[in-house]
Protein backbone atom coordinates (compact mmCIF):
# COMPACT_ATOMS: atom_id res chain seq x y z
CA UNK A 1 0.00 0.00 0.00
CA UNK A 2 1.35 3.77 -0.63
CA UNK A 3 2.48 5.62 2.10
CA UNK A 4 2.59 8.55 -0.31
CA UNK A 5 0.39 11.56 0.76
CA UNK A 6 -2.84 12.24 -0.93
CA UNK A 7 -3.63 15.35 -2.46
CA UNK A 8 -5.66 16.20 0.82
CA UNK A 9 -2.84 15.34 2.91
CA UNK A 10 -0.63 17.71 0.73
CA UNK A 11 -2.95 20.24 1.24
CA UNK A 12 -3.27 20.55 5.01
CA UNK A 13 0.15 20.23 5.35
CA UNK A 14 0.06 23.97 3.88
CA UNK A 15 -1.66 24.74 7.12
CA UNK A 16 0.74 25.86 9.60
CA UNK A 17 -0.40 26.19 13.21
CA UNK A 18 -1.35 30.07 13.22
CA UNK A 19 -3.27 28.95 9.68
CA UNK A 20 -5.63 26.56 12.03
CA UNK A 21 -5.78 29.07 14.23
CA UNK A 22 -7.42 31.70 11.67
CA UNK A 23 -9.71 28.31 10.16
CA UNK A 24 -11.03 27.71 14.23
CA UNK A 25 -11.84 30.77 14.37
CA UNK A 26 -13.69 31.37 11.61
CA UNK A 27 -15.77 28.10 12.32
CA UNK A 28 -16.71 29.13 15.83
CA UNK A 29 -19.79 31.50 15.04
CA UNK A 30 -21.00 28.69 12.70
CA UNK A 31 -20.37 25.77 15.92
CA UNK A 32 -22.94 25.42 18.03
CA UNK A 33 -22.40 26.81 21.42
CA UNK A 34 -22.45 23.12 23.01
CA UNK A 35 -19.06 22.36 21.20
CA UNK A 36 -17.79 25.78 21.00
CA UNK A 37 -15.59 26.06 24.03
CA UNK A 38 -14.85 22.27 23.60
CA UNK A 39 -13.41 22.63 20.27
CA UNK A 40 -11.09 25.27 20.98
CA UNK A 41 -10.28 22.97 24.24
CA UNK A 42 -9.43 20.28 21.29
CA UNK A 43 -7.26 22.46 19.51
CA UNK A 44 -5.57 23.28 22.60
CA UNK A 45 -4.72 20.19 23.96
CA UNK A 46 -3.16 18.90 20.53
CA UNK A 47 -0.87 21.67 19.17
CA UNK A 48 0.53 20.90 15.63
CA UNK A 49 3.11 23.02 16.21
CA UNK A 50 4.52 20.76 18.99
CA UNK A 51 4.04 18.08 17.05
CA UNK A 52 6.15 19.07 14.33
CA UNK A 53 8.72 20.10 16.27
CA UNK A 54 8.57 15.75 17.82
CA UNK A 55 8.67 14.74 13.66
CA UNK A 56 11.69 17.34 13.78
CA UNK A 57 14.05 16.90 16.00
CA UNK A 58 16.49 14.07 15.29
CA UNK A 59 15.76 11.89 18.34
CA UNK A 60 11.67 12.67 19.36
CA UNK A 61 11.92 10.92 22.82
CA UNK A 62 14.89 12.98 24.03
CA UNK A 63 13.09 15.65 22.77
CA UNK A 64 10.01 14.72 24.75
CA UNK A 65 12.22 14.42 27.74
CA UNK A 66 13.52 17.97 27.58
CA UNK A 67 10.09 19.11 27.04
CA UNK A 68 9.23 17.20 30.27
CA UNK A 69 6.26 15.74 28.38
CA UNK A 70 3.88 13.08 30.07
CA UNK A 71 1.47 11.06 29.21
CA UNK A 72 -0.43 10.42 26.18
CA UNK A 73 0.22 13.74 23.40
CA UNK A 74 0.56 11.78 20.68
CA UNK A 75 -2.87 11.65 18.50
CA UNK A 76 -2.23 8.56 16.83
CA UNK A 77 -2.39 6.88 19.86
CA UNK A 78 -6.52 8.11 20.26
CA UNK A 79 -7.41 8.82 17.08
CA UNK A 80 -11.49 7.35 17.70
CA UNK A 81 -11.22 8.79 21.66
CA UNK A 82 -9.27 12.00 22.14
CA UNK A 83 -12.46 13.90 21.15
CA UNK A 84 -15.01 12.48 23.39
CA UNK A 85 -15.42 15.60 25.80
CA UNK A 86 -17.42 17.13 22.24
CA UNK A 87 -21.36 17.15 22.01
CA UNK A 88 -20.24 16.12 18.42
CA UNK A 89 -18.46 13.06 19.46
CA UNK A 90 -21.47 10.78 19.13
CA UNK A 91 -21.36 11.57 14.91
CA UNK A 92 -17.77 10.50 14.46
CA UNK A 93 -18.01 7.26 12.70
CA UNK A 94 -20.01 8.90 10.20
CA UNK A 95 -17.90 12.09 10.17
CA UNK A 96 -14.67 9.75 10.06
CA UNK A 97 -16.44 8.17 6.71
CA UNK A 98 -17.29 10.90 5.11
CA UNK A 99 -14.33 13.16 5.80
CA UNK A 100 -12.18 10.10 4.65
CA UNK A 101 -14.50 10.09 1.54
CA UNK A 102 -13.64 13.87 0.90
CA UNK A 103 -10.34 12.85 1.05
CA UNK A 104 -9.69 10.35 -1.43
CA UNK A 105 -12.30 12.24 -3.80
CA UNK A 106 -10.08 15.52 -3.14
CA UNK A 107 -8.18 16.89 -6.34
CA UNK A 108 -5.54 18.86 -6.19
CA UNK A 109 -6.80 21.65 -8.46
CA UNK A 110 -9.42 22.63 -5.37
CA UNK A 111 -8.34 25.72 -4.11
CA UNK A 112 -11.27 25.69 -1.65
CA UNK A 113 -10.24 27.31 1.53
CA UNK A 114 -10.04 24.73 4.43
CA UNK A 115 -12.68 26.50 6.09
CA UNK A 116 -15.17 25.58 3.30
CA UNK A 117 -14.29 22.66 3.23
CA UNK A 118 -14.89 21.40 6.49
CA UNK A 119 -18.47 22.85 6.32
CA UNK A 120 -19.12 20.67 3.23
CA UNK A 121 -18.26 17.48 4.84
CA UNK A 122 -20.03 19.32 8.01
CA UNK A 123 -23.41 19.45 6.16
CA UNK A 124 -23.42 16.31 4.35
CA UNK A 125 -23.33 14.18 7.61
CA UNK A 126 -26.06 16.77 9.63
CA UNK A 127 -27.79 16.23 6.27
CA UNK A 128 -27.90 12.37 6.61
CA UNK A 129 -28.21 12.44 10.62
CA UNK A 130 -31.21 15.48 9.99
CA UNK A 131 -29.55 17.39 12.55
CA UNK A 132 -28.45 21.20 12.81
CA UNK A 133 -24.91 21.74 10.76
CA UNK A 134 -23.38 23.35 14.01
CA UNK A 135 -23.38 20.18 15.72
CA UNK A 136 -21.30 19.04 13.23
CA UNK A 137 -18.97 21.30 12.83
CA UNK A 138 -16.23 21.19 15.57
CA UNK A 139 -15.82 17.44 15.31
CA UNK A 140 -15.60 17.68 11.69
CA UNK A 141 -12.55 20.01 12.19
CA UNK A 142 -11.45 17.90 14.67
CA UNK A 143 -11.10 15.10 12.12
CA UNK A 144 -9.68 17.14 9.72
CA UNK A 145 -6.44 18.04 12.20
CA UNK A 146 -6.58 14.78 13.06
CA UNK A 147 -5.62 13.77 9.77
CA UNK A 148 -2.74 16.10 9.44
CA UNK A 149 -1.43 15.22 12.40
CA UNK A 150 -1.76 11.23 12.26
CA UNK A 151 -2.28 10.64 8.23
CA UNK A 152 -5.05 9.63 6.20
CA UNK A 153 -3.50 5.65 5.95
CA UNK A 154 -3.05 5.52 9.86
CA UNK A 155 -6.94 7.69 10.39
CA UNK A 156 -8.91 5.27 8.14
CA UNK A 157 -6.73 2.24 9.94
CA UNK A 158 -9.12 2.19 13.32
CA UNK A 159 -12.35 1.25 13.99
CA UNK A 160 -14.38 4.63 14.46
CA UNK A 161 -16.84 3.69 16.72
CA UNK A 162 -17.98 6.18 19.04
CA UNK A 163 -17.61 5.51 23.19
CA UNK A 164 -21.30 7.03 24.16
CA UNK A 165 -23.73 5.27 25.72
CA UNK A 166 -27.88 5.06 24.78
CA UNK A 167 -28.68 7.40 27.95
CA UNK A 168 -25.73 9.60 26.42
CA UNK A 169 -26.35 9.33 23.01
CA UNK A 170 -30.22 10.23 23.94
CA UNK A 171 -28.90 13.58 25.36
CA UNK A 172 -30.12 16.47 23.97
CA UNK A 173 -27.43 19.48 23.31
CA UNK A 174 -30.08 22.21 24.73
CA UNK A 175 -29.77 19.62 27.83
CA UNK A 176 -25.94 19.32 28.64
CA UNK A 177 -26.00 23.18 28.01
CA UNK A 178 -28.63 23.48 30.74
CA UNK A 179 -26.49 20.92 32.99
CA UNK A 180 -23.50 22.96 32.48
CA UNK A 181 -25.36 26.21 33.65
CA UNK A 182 -26.92 24.63 36.62
CA UNK A 183 -25.41 26.04 39.85
CA UNK A 184 -26.16 23.83 43.14
CA UNK A 185 -28.24 25.00 45.43
CA UNK A 186 -26.97 25.98 48.55
CA UNK A 187 -30.26 25.08 50.77
CA UNK A 188 -33.49 27.66 52.30
CA UNK A 189 -31.00 29.94 53.71
CA UNK A 190 -28.01 29.63 51.28
CA UNK A 191 -28.60 32.91 49.83
CA UNK A 192 -27.55 33.77 53.93
CA UNK A 193 -24.27 31.77 52.84
CA UNK A 194 -21.21 33.49 51.98
CA UNK A 195 -17.68 31.31 52.17
CA UNK A 196 -18.87 27.99 53.17
CA UNK A 197 -20.91 27.70 49.54
CA UNK A 198 -20.28 24.27 48.11
CA UNK A 199 -20.21 23.73 44.16
CA UNK A 200 -19.90 20.69 41.82
CA UNK A 201 -17.21 20.27 38.99
CA UNK A 202 -17.99 17.61 36.74
CA UNK A 203 -15.06 16.50 35.07
CA UNK A 204 -16.21 14.31 32.98
CA UNK A 205 -19.88 14.79 31.83
CA UNK A 206 -20.11 11.03 30.31
CA UNK A 207 -20.06 9.18 33.39
CA UNK A 208 -22.21 10.41 36.73
CA UNK A 209 -19.04 9.47 39.77
CA UNK A 210 -17.03 12.08 37.75
CA UNK A 211 -17.96 15.59 39.73
CA UNK A 212 -16.25 16.81 43.38
CA UNK A 213 -17.22 19.35 45.76
CA UNK A 214 -15.32 22.73 45.62
CA UNK A 215 -15.78 25.11 48.44
CA UNK A 216 -16.42 28.70 47.24
CA UNK A 217 -12.53 30.12 47.00
CA UNK A 218 -10.89 27.15 46.95
CA UNK A 219 -8.18 25.87 43.95
CA UNK A 220 -9.91 23.11 41.88
CA UNK A 221 -7.11 20.56 42.10
CA UNK A 222 -7.71 21.14 45.96
CA UNK A 223 -10.80 20.48 45.65
CA UNK A 224 -10.45 17.08 43.59
CA UNK A 225 -7.86 15.96 46.04
CA UNK A 226 -10.94 15.02 48.34
CA UNK A 227 -12.12 12.53 46.07
CA UNK A 228 -9.73 9.66 47.79
CA UNK A 229 -10.43 6.51 45.07
CA UNK A 230 -7.41 5.38 43.35
CA UNK A 231 -7.02 7.26 40.29
CA UNK A 232 -3.44 6.68 39.69
CA UNK A 233 -5.01 2.80 38.28
CA UNK A 234 -6.59 4.75 35.56
CA UNK A 235 -4.20 7.45 34.62
CA UNK A 236 -0.85 6.95 35.67
CA UNK A 237 -0.14 10.90 36.11
CA UNK A 238 -2.31 10.86 38.70
CA UNK A 239 -1.26 9.82 42.60
CA UNK A 240 -2.87 7.93 44.83
CA UNK A 241 -5.18 10.66 47.62
CA UNK A 242 -4.38 13.45 45.10
CA UNK A 243 -7.72 12.77 43.21
CA UNK A 244 -8.34 12.65 39.43
CA UNK A 245 -6.81 15.49 38.10
CA UNK A 246 -3.00 14.75 38.29
CA UNK A 247 -0.79 17.46 40.46
CA UNK A 248 2.60 17.85 41.31
CA UNK A 249 3.94 21.33 42.62
CA UNK A 250 0.77 23.21 43.40
CA UNK A 251 2.44 26.34 42.67
CA UNK A 252 2.01 27.09 38.80
CA UNK A 253 5.62 25.71 38.30
CA UNK A 254 5.09 21.96 37.05
CA UNK A 255 2.25 22.28 34.25
CA UNK A 256 1.04 19.23 35.55
CA UNK A 257 -2.64 20.36 36.37
CA UNK A 258 -3.85 21.70 33.42
CA UNK A 259 -7.79 21.95 32.44
CA UNK A 260 -10.10 22.91 29.98
CA UNK A 261 -13.17 24.67 30.94
CA UNK A 262 -16.27 23.45 28.74
CA UNK A 263 -18.98 25.20 30.68
CA UNK A 264 -18.62 28.03 34.06
CA UNK A 265 -15.15 29.42 32.63
CA UNK A 266 -16.49 32.79 34.18
CA UNK A 267 -17.48 31.40 37.46
CA UNK A 268 -13.67 30.56 38.28
CA UNK A 269 -11.36 32.93 39.99
CA UNK A 270 -9.78 35.91 37.40
CA UNK A 271 -6.10 34.59 36.12
CA UNK A 272 -3.41 35.91 38.32
CA UNK A 273 0.01 37.12 37.16
CA UNK A 274 2.05 34.22 38.45
CA UNK A 275 -0.82 31.34 36.55
CA UNK A 276 -0.79 33.77 33.04
CA UNK A 277 2.90 33.75 32.96
CA UNK A 278 3.52 29.82 33.77
CA UNK A 279 0.57 29.31 30.91
CA UNK A 280 2.50 30.94 28.48
CA UNK A 281 6.20 29.37 29.40
CA UNK A 282 3.91 26.04 29.24
CA UNK A 283 2.97 26.74 26.19
CA UNK A 284 -1.25 25.80 27.09
CA UNK A 285 -2.40 29.15 25.91
CA UNK A 286 -1.11 32.77 25.48
CA UNK A 287 -4.32 35.13 26.26
CA UNK A 288 -5.25 38.34 28.05
CA UNK A 289 -8.49 36.86 28.75
CA UNK A 290 -9.40 37.03 32.27
CA UNK A 291 -11.28 33.85 32.62
CA UNK A 292 -9.96 31.72 29.55
CA UNK A 293 -11.20 28.00 29.21
CA UNK A 294 -7.61 26.93 29.86
CA UNK A 295 -6.60 26.64 33.24
CA UNK A 296 -4.00 25.53 36.07
CA UNK A 297 -6.25 23.81 38.06
CA UNK A 298 -3.91 24.44 41.42
CA UNK A 299 -4.63 28.32 41.05
CA UNK A 300 -8.31 28.38 39.52
CA UNK A 301 -10.24 29.33 42.35
CA UNK A 302 -14.22 28.08 42.52
CA UNK A 303 -17.07 30.13 42.65
CA UNK A 304 -19.95 28.38 41.29
CA UNK A 305 -20.38 24.64 39.38
CA UNK A 306 -18.28 24.28 36.59
CA UNK A 307 -17.79 21.59 33.91
CA UNK A 308 -13.92 20.61 32.91
CA UNK A 309 -12.10 18.42 30.91
CA UNK A 310 -8.50 16.75 31.86
CA UNK A 311 -6.12 16.84 29.23
CA UNK A 312 -3.99 13.13 28.92
CA UNK A 313 -1.15 14.49 29.12
CA UNK A 314 1.41 17.55 30.57
CA UNK A 315 4.63 19.42 29.48
CA UNK A 316 6.94 22.78 29.36
CA UNK A 317 7.03 23.35 25.83
CA UNK A 318 5.95 27.13 25.33
CA UNK A 319 9.29 28.72 25.47
CA UNK A 320 11.33 26.09 23.32
CA UNK A 321 8.33 26.40 20.64
CA UNK A 322 8.59 30.26 20.32
CA UNK A 323 12.66 29.85 20.33
CA UNK A 324 12.14 27.82 17.83
CA UNK A 325 9.82 30.11 15.57
CA UNK A 326 12.32 32.76 15.62
CA UNK A 327 15.18 30.65 14.70
CA UNK A 328 13.52 30.04 11.51
CA UNK A 329 12.07 33.78 11.12
CA UNK A 330 15.24 35.16 11.90
CA UNK A 331 17.13 34.28 8.25
CA UNK A 332 14.58 35.51 6.48
CA UNK A 333 14.68 38.87 8.11
CA UNK A 334 18.50 39.07 8.25
CA UNK A 335 18.21 38.23 3.99
CA UNK A 336 15.62 41.09 4.19
CA UNK A 337 18.49 43.46 6.00
CA UNK A 338 21.15 42.44 3.71
CA UNK A 339 19.03 43.22 0.71
CA UNK A 340 17.71 46.58 2.22
S1 LIG B 1 0.32 21.30 40.04
FE1 LIG B 1 2.07 22.21 39.14
S2 LIG B 1 1.25 23.80 37.93
FE2 LIG B 1 -0.46 23.05 39.03
Not at 177 to 200: E, I, K, N, P, V
Amino acid sequence: MSTEPNAFEHFLQRHDEAAWAQVVNELLPLTHEVDRNATQIWFAFFPLALLRALEAADDSAQLAQKLLLQGKYYLKDQIDTSHTFLYGHRFWPEVKQAVSAHADSFKSTNNAPLTDQIRVVARTVAAARKVDESLLVGITAVACMTIAQVGLAAFKRTPGAGALDKRELRRAPEDVLRARAQDDSQGLFGFLRTTDRRWTVVWNEHEPTARFKMIEGQEVASAAATDKRDWSQVEPRCTINEGPIPVQCRSASCGTCWVGVLGGAEKLSDVAPRERKAMRLFGYIDTDEPRPIIRLACQAQGGGAVSIVIPPWNGVFGKYLRAQQAEQEQPQSATVEAGA
